[in-house]
C-alpha cells in the first residue's frame, strides 16, 4: 500500500531539486575577481548598508537601514549591527566572524544555529548558516546563503536567498558603503 505512493512522490521529488536546483556557484569562481575584499579591512569602523526583503515572488515584503560598528582585533572580526526597519522596528544583531585560515572563516550570532561557514575568494564572500528568523510571533529554522561581492569604489552587495526544506522563501539584497556622511560611531541615530 506504501509502495504506490513511494513510486508517485519520487517524480515530485526529483521535480522540485530540478525547480530548486543545485546551487553550483562557488567562491572559487571569483578567485581572479578584483578588487580583492578582506573584510577585517573592509568592515573595520563604521558601515552604513541598506536593504530590501523579497518573497519568493519577487514582491518587497520590508526595507530597513543598518549601521555597523566592526572591530578587528587580528583573528576575530566583530560587527555590531542595528538595523531600522521602515515598519518601525528596531533590531540589533552581533556577529563574530573568526579567521580559520587564509580564505576560510566561521561565524556567530544569537540567532545562529552552530556555527556559519565562510569561504573569502578574490571579490566574493560566500556564507552558509542555519537561523532562527523572527516570523510573526515566532521563530522558524531557516538556510542562508549569503553571498557578498566588492565592487569598484567601494561599494559592496549582498545577496542573500533564504530557504527551508530546500524551498526558496525569500531574498535579502544589502547595498553597504563606507564613510558615510552624518553616521558617527554608533548607530543611525547618532546621525538623527
Same mark, same amino acid.
Given at each position: ?36 575584499? *578582506? ?9 552604513? *548598508? ?109 545577496? *542573500? ?32
Amino acid at each position: 500500500m506504501m509502495r504506490p505512493f513511494l513510486r508517485s512522490l519520487l517524480p515530485l521529488l526529483a521535480l522540485l531539486t530540478v525547480l530548486t536546483g543545485c546551487d553550483t556557484m562557488k567562491p572559487e569562481q571569483f578567485a581572479k575577481q578584483t578588487p580583492a575584499l *578582506a573584510l577585517e579591512d573592509y568592515f573595520q569602523g563604521q558601515t552604513r *548598508a541598506y536593504g530590501i526583503v523579497e518573497d519568493r515572488f519577487g514582491n518587497v515584503r520590508r526595507q530597513f537601514v543598518v549601521d555597523i560598528k566592526g572591530a578587528w582585533n587580528g583573528k576575530e572580526l566583530t560587527l555590531d549591527e542595528n538595523f531600522d526597519w521602515s515598519d518601525g522596528e528596531k533590531e540589533r544583531r552581533v556577529w563574530v566572524l573568526t579567521r580559520q585560515g587564509p580564505n576560510q572563516w566561521e561565524g556567530r550570532t544569537q540567532d545562529a544555529i552552530g556555527t556559519a561557514k565562510g569561504v573569502l575568494s578574490g571579490n566574493a564572500y560566500n556564507m552558509v548558516y542555519d537561523f532562527n528568523l523572527k516570523m510573526g510571533e515566532g521563530r522558524t529554522k531557516v538556510r542562508f546563503d549569503d553571498w557578498m561581492f566588492l565592487m569598484p569604489d567601494g561599494m559592496l552587495l549582498n545577496k *542573500a536567498t533564504i530557504s527551508k526544506f530546500g524551498i526558496h522563501l525569500a531574498t535579502v539584497t544589502i547595498a553597504f558603503r563606507k564613510d558615510v556622511p552624518g553616521v558617527a560611531a554608533g548607530s543611525q541615530q547618532a546621525a538623527e
